[in-house]
């Protein structure tokens, strides 16, 4: 086996895919039994939405999504941001994380990709399965097994950072929401000894959330201690109907120290976990991305061993700027008292000003400095296409838009030529690697192969 991928959550199932696509065998496993169908994440925004369109997906997601398009704003923590006038876009889709991972799992089956539920990773080679342990034969082994990661500990890699002291209950509940109350508004309420969520994003379904400064019990979370949290914060009961769904969380701020030991490597939340919403599966799904290429470049021999630390060297730092503004998002929103409502009023009015609303967009779209490939439209052979349908096949890609045959012989034998007419083309010829990087542009033969060969090509 070429890659065994641990854990089939959105991350591990979107590398399982991108490994296939890069000519990789590979076998996802995970200790669940079934597919995890709590509610979790609402949707996606950013650059991961213009992936899933580069490999063909993004219809997909776009036919059960609620919503899909241009976000006309964000909350940044609590603080709302307006993308009214934004030159570029953030696109986003409005899709509850089961969905997700159906649709992912769908297009890691079709490309050949083998899932094994019920199997937990014991150590680096061993598997628990139902019908008992067995060795585990592969030649890299991919993290994706969430914040507890079972892969990280394992190779040894730290995980440092904070962990908050406020606990979040959350639930979903069978109720209207003009239930609660004219005292409460939608979104969160915000009161001295802590907050409280109402919201829906489905006719009927009310989702209830309550935050405070509180250890977390033992158990399983209970419908009791819900009422109690909304009691101790609101000073008074809400009328929910039946629970469908209860959780508990208590978020942390953590970055593993590095995103590979020899033949391991960590992606999504086993690499990175984020104290604010709207962030962790974007940068986890544009992780496994970055990874899958890679791995399949040197799986198939077109690129050296090398080539895997630029994982590293590209995707820490996203993290890590994604760490530092979800902290801000996290330490705005729990600011409390006349200090707290002070800050938030200030980096409001700063955040409206319009380079800081782009700045901010920008690190919410992924915090990425990497140049990537806009979608341009082109003419091949007569017909009209974009590059996000050049990329479907997630190789290497020439795009030789001046009909330069010097520049087509110098890429080598594992990249895929477009000649193509195209009237906004920003140079002679742009070398893209198959997660839309342009690794680089211009027109001459010899800097071309010199970055066919670079370490991060
Ligand atoms: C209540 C809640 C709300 C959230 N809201 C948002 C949101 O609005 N936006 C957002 O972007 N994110 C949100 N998240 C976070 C998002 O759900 C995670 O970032 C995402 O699930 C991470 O995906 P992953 O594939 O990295 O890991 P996971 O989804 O955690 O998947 C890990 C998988 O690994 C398996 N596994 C673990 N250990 C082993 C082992 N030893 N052997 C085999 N398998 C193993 C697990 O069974 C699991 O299936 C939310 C999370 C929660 C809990």
């Known amino acids: 086996m070429d890659v065994a991928v641990i854990g089939a959550g959105p991350v591990g199932l979107m590398l399982a895919a991108e490994l296939r696509l890069g000519g990789a065998e590979v076998v996802v496993l995970d200790r669940r039994a079934a597919p995890d169908e709590r509610p979790r994440a609402n949707g996606l925004g950013g650059r991961i939405v213009e992936q899933l369109d580069h490999r063909g997906l993004l219809d997909r997601f776009r036919a059960e999504a609620g919503f899909a398009g241009p976000f006309p704003g964000f909350p940044f923590g609590p603080v709302p941001l307006n993308f009214a006038g934004l030159d570029s876009p953030m696109r986003g889709l409005m899709l509850q994380q089961p969905r997700m991972e159906a649709l992912l799992t769908e297009r890691a089956l079709e490309l050949g990709a083998e899932i094994r539920r019920g199997h937990e990773l014991a150590d680096l080679g061993t ?11 592969a030649r890299y082994v991919v993290g994706c097994d969430g914040a507890h990661s079972r892969v990280r500990e394992l190779a040894g890699i730290g995980f440092p950072g904070t962990t908050d002291d406020e606990l979040m209950r959350l639930g979903h509940f069978r109720a209207d929401l003009p239930m609660f109350g004219s005292e409460l508004q939608r ?27 509180a250890p977390e019990p033992p158990g399983e979370p209970t419908l009791e201690e819900f009422h109690d ?22 978020s942390s701020a953590r970055l593993a120290e590095r995103y590979r030991a020899g033949n391991v490597f960590l992606a999504g939340d086993a690499a990175h976990v984020f104290p604010a919403g709207g962030s962790s599966l974007n940068v986890g799904l544009l992780d496994a991305v970055n990874l899958g290429w890679k791995l399949g470049a040197v799986v198939r021999g077109a690129a050296p061993e090398s080539l895997l630390d630029s994982y590293h060297a590209e995707r820490h730092p996203v993290a890590a700027r994604t760490l530092t503004q ?29 380079q800081a609303t782009r700045h901010l967009a920008g690190l919410l779209r992924d915090a990425d400095e990497l140049p990537y490939v806009p979608d341009l439209p082109l003419t091949v052979g007569g017909r ?52 839309g990087v342009v690794a680089w542009k211009g027109g001459d033969p010899a800097a071309l192969r010199e970055a066919m060969t670079a370490p991060g090509r």
Do not use: H
């Open 127 to 137: 598997v628990r399965g139902a019908d008992g342990s067995y060795r585990l034969e």
């Open 187 to 213: 979104g969160w309420n915000r009161r001295p000894g802590g907050r409280v969520l109402v919201t829906s994003l489905t006719p009927g379904v009310v989702i209830a959330g309550v935050r405070e400064v």
């Open 229 to 250: 949290a909304v009691r101790r914060v609101l000073g008074t009961d809400l009328r929910l109907g039946e629970p469908l769904w209860l959780s508990r969380t208590v």
């Open 326 to 354: 979800t902290r801000v998002q996290a330490l705005l929103d729990r600011a409390t008292g006349e200090d707290g409502d002070a800050l938030r009023t200030l980096f409001g009015e700063l955040a409206a000003l319009p």
């Open 384 to 435: 009209a296409t974009r590059v996000a349908e050049v990329m479907r096949a997630a190789r290497p890609v020439l795009f030789d838009f001046a009909g330069r045959a010097d520049l087509r012989e110098a890429a080598g034998p594992d990249v895929k030529i477009v000649t193509a007419e195209c009237p906004d083309a920003p140079a002679e010829a742009l070398f893209v690697r198959p997660d």
